[in-house]
């Protein structure tokens, strides 16, 4: 009954640009944190940045200050990841996380099904 799902994926050259955005949609009550985490071939998860419904946001050190994580400013279930100055190693598969609630169930984390980011010349 809840969805996410991530748009932007693609394949840009080292030294490029993406927007990643996620969009929460079904029978939801409340969204708290949301977020993006990656999963590099033959590598665990991680996480890459979160953001609060008050807009407070933690990043991981590999993409402080190239990435940025904002959501929109009146439709708070939209988040959306701004990743600059792309390197090889950045190629992934990003995934968007949500903790969300409906009417019947309190917060659970939902997941996207996530979108393909290929850095390479």
């Known amino acids: 009954q809840v969805r996410l799902v991530e748009s932007g994926g693609g394949l840009v050259q080292p030294g490029g640009s993406l927007r990643l955005s996620c969009a929460a949609s079904?029978?939801?009550?409340?969204?708290?944190?949301m977020g993006w985490y990656r999963q590099a071939p033959g590598k665990q998860r991680e996480l890459v940045a979160t953001?609060?419904?008050?807009?407070?946001?933690?990043y991981a050190s590999s993409v402080r200050g190239r990435f940025t994580i904002s959501r929109h400013n009146t439709l708070k279930n939209t988040v959306y990841l701004q990743m600059n100055s792309l390197r090889p190693e950045d190629t992934a598969v990003y995934y968007c996380?949500?903790?969300?609630?409906?009417?019947?169930?309190?917060?659970?984390?939902?997941w996207g099904q996530g979108t393909l980011v290929t850095v390479s010349s």
């Open positions: 996380a949500a903790e969300v609630a409906t009417i019947e169930l309190p917060y659970l984390k939902r």
């Open positions: 079904g029978n939801i009550f409340r969204v708290d944190v």
């Open positions: 953001i609060t419904n008050g807009d407070a946001t933690n």
